[in-house]
T-cell receptor, first 113, second 114 residues
């Protein structure tokens, strides 16, 4: 069974204070690892997909990296508007598995001015 | 705006009732996915349809069913509702059914069962 664990559950940062969010996963063959951002009462918003260990992707203040067991979302000099819940999800390689994603519990990020 | 439209945004109903949630995917997307998000369970995959056919099934209760119509919109039917079915229900869509492409989520339907 695919499992995704995110840590910490909640993270408070001061504006400009860089940090990293962790996503540990167990999957029988990784097809892709996805990062989403979710604001309260809204649907998840796609950020990145990573496909293989060593891959990195960047978008503004966010950088996602991937190893064989975990992924990190690095936030550099965050701003209050970066406050949201960040979700990690994996997609497994399985015959006829479709595109289903298994999500972690998320990290709730709060950035104070 | 992701391009995925869900209606209604809010729904309040009584236990034992049946409701239908509707999803219109992004233009050109053939796959539709349904997810349930509750406070204690997080985002849970329910079911995927691709071009009208069921493609993958997750933790979907027998009281729940879904279908995708020829115009590619999808409906999720929830029956014999229980208090524990109260949750946010999200629809997502993606262009294909089997490649590792990202899914774009709608804004969700908040279901409250009283």
């Amino acid at each position: 069974e695919d499992q995704v664990t995110q840590s910490p559950e909640a993270l408070r940062l001061q504006e400009g204070e860089s940090s990293s969010l962790n996503c540990s996963y167990t999957v029988s063959g990784l097809r892709g690892l996805f990062w989403y951002r979710q604001d309260p009462g809204k649907g998840p918003e796609f950020l990145f997909t990573l496909y293989s260990a060593g891959e990195e992707k960047e978008k503004e203040r966010l950088k996602a990296t991937l190893t064989k067991k975990e992924s990190f979302l690095h936030i550099t000099a965050p701003k209050p508007e970066d406050s949201a819940t960040y979700l990690c999800a994996v997609q497994a390689v399985r015959n006829n598995a479709g595109n289903m994603l298994t999500f972690g519990g998320g990290t709730r990020l709060m950035v104070k001015p | 705006d992701s391009g995925v439209t869900q209606t209604p945004k809010h729904l309040i109903t009584a236990t034992g009732q049946r409701v239908t949630l509707r999803c219109s995917p992004r233009s050109g997307d053939l796959s539709v996915y349904w997810y349930q998000q509750s406070l204690d369970q997080g985002l849970q995959f329910l079911i995927q349809y691709y071009n009208g056919e069921e493609r993958a099934k997750g933790n979907i209760l027998e009281r729940f069913s879904a279908q995708q119509f020829p115009d590619l919109h999808s409906e999720l039917n929830l029956s014999s509702l229980e208090l524990g079915d109260s949750a946010l229900y999200f629809c997502a869509s993606s262009p294909t059914g089997s490649l590792n492409t990202e899914a774009f989520f709608g804004q969700g339907t908040r279901l409250t069962v009283v």
